[in-house]
């Protein structure tokens, strides 16, 4: 199952080496939609709307985690970018590693880290409780 | 596949920011989810981060995502619509234009967040 680059959907059916490979080249885009709305809006609220660098604080990140709202549209934009982001990394791994070896390798750690970084995010997001302090 | 230098250009442009945002997001990820450890680690965290690289950094990367979401827009109406594949030149100079429209106030409030802000 190789990546391949096509720039029509026409094109990628008939490039796609399996049906799964498609459904990635769709959700890319699919993915993408979202993410311009989640991310977008995560920078707007979290980087422009807050002092990022000054005003965050422990209180302010649990509060917020513990909205379910919040809870809900971090853990879409944490899911939705880990996909596309995973995805896209294996395009590359697949373009510029040559050796099957080394490919089979980078994506071994690759996937396990990513694994990891999504299996605490979600803990985060969902496994804690936060009583305000003030 | 793509024709012409532009889209070669967008092309890197388009991989290295993806590549560098998923590398970011897993650091971000692990940085706000260790907030499960409790105030004062995270506390301790946040003072450290304190230092305006890691505000400038984050400058960086935000510059990164807004390229990427905008051209990756570009890419998706090139596949789905046959006047994105004829207009693929100008919607990458369209790229530009919105990208200094968002770009330039965004640019503007997170460096006073960095350097002006703070209690
Ligand atoms: C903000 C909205 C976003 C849009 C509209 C978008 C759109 C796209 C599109 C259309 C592609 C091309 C897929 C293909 O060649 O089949 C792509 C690739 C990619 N994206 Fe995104 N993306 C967005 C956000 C992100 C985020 C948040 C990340 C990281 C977590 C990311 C990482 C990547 C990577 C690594 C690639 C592969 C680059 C390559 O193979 O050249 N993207 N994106």
Known sequence: MMAFRARRLEEAKRLSTSNLELLWWV???VSGVLLVFLVLGHLYTRAVLLNFHHDLTYDVVARNMSTVTWKFYNWLLLFLSILHGTNGLR???DDYLPSPRARVWVKVIVYTLVFLVTVFGTLSLWAWNYTPVR | MYRGREGQWAFYLHRISGIA???FLALHVTEISSSMFGPKWF???LKFEENP????GLVGVAALVL?????????ILMDFTSWGVKLQRQLWYAVWVVYVILGFPMLFIMLKHVFVGGA
Request: net charge positive.
């Open chain 1, 27 to 29: 959700f890319m885009r």
């Open chain 1, 91 to 93: 395009y590359s791994i």
């Open chain 2, 21 to 23: 945002i998923i590398l």
């Open chain 2, 43 to 45: 506390n301790a965290l």
């Open chain 2, 53 to 56: 690289i890691f505000g400038l």
């Open chain 2, 67 to 75: 390229y990427h979401a905008l051209n990756g827009l570009r890419i």
